[in-house]
Nanobody, 116 residues
Framework: QVQLVESGGGLVQPGGSLKLSCAAS????????MAWYRQAPGEQRELVAA???????NYTDSVKGRFTISRDNALNTVYLQMNSLKPEDTAVYYC??????????WGRGIQVTVSS
């Protein structure tokens, strides 16, 4: 069965950095587009960054220039490097895997808190 397991979250001060990882299993990772979503309390889940199976990234405007998504197909892992973090980046971050717009899997999420 497909599993997506996030790691690397936690508490960081404004201006700090964190790197999230999502380890995938039970799937042919290289065929999937991968993405990071986040959901703040009382808000809808929003797309943060995505990367195609071919490695092309895209980002929501609020994180452009601060976040970098990458993938390592040999390790079946997708990453989200988050720099210059702001309090408004505080949310639960979810890993997502999609193939052919039909297969769609989610991780359980990991908390990121940006606070002094």
């Amino acid at each position: 069965q497909v599993q997506l397991v996030e790691s690397g979250g936690g508490l960081v001060q404004p201006g700090g950095s964190l790197k999230l990882s999502c380890a995938a299993s039970g799937m042919i990772f290289r065929f999937y587009a991968m993405a990071w979503y986040r959901q703040a309390p009382g808000e809808q889940r929003e797309l943060v960054a995505a990367i195609t199976s071919g490695g092309s990234p895209n980002y929501t405007d609020s994180v452009k220039g601060r976040f970098t998504i990458s993938r390592d197909n040999a390790l079946n892992t997708v990453y989200l490097q988050m720099n210059s973090l702001k309090p408004e980046d505080t949310a639960v971050y979810y890993c997502n895997a999609v193939r052919d717009s039909v297969l769609n899997f989610w991780g359980r999420g990991i908390q990121v808190t940006v606070s002094s």
